[in-house]
């Protein structure tokens, strides 16, 4: 059974900086892809920052420059850097884990950890 355990969620005023972290209960090089969603109230799921099955990182527009994906190997772990913050990033964010079987594909989730920015 996968198991993706996020933290480093708080708030934090605009402009500053938070690290996310992702803990999985395997290697991080066992999904094809693994990153980070956010969702905001009233909004829906959305991709932010997300290792493809090649390991090249894709980020969303609105968080290049600013946030940055990295992973950890020892640690089965991924982090989401996260600076200039803005009102806008706030969001529930969750660790999401993609693998492919035959023709489909099986997400796997977080419980998710609220990041808050205030103006």
């Known amino acids: 059974q996968v198991q993706l355990v996020e933290s480093g969620g708080g708030l934090v005023q605009a402009g500053g900086s938070l690290r996310l972290s992702c803990a999985a209960s395997r290697s991080t090089f066992s999904f094809n892809a693994i990153g980070w969603y956010r969702q905001a109230p009233g909004k829906q799921r959305e991709l932010v920052a997300m290792f493809d099955s090649g390991g090249s990182a894709d980020y969303a527009d609105s968080v290049k420059g600013r946030f940055t994906i990295s992973r950890d190997n020892a640690k089965n772990t991924v982090y989401l850097q996260m600076n200039s913050l803005k009102p806008e990033d706030t969001a529930v964010y969750y660790c999401?884990?993609?693998?492919?079987?035959?023709?489909?594909?099986?997400?796997?989730w977080g419980q998710g950890t609220q990041v808050t920015v205030s103006s």
């Open positions: 999401n884990a993609k693998r492919r079987v035959i023709a489909s594909v099986l997400d796997y």
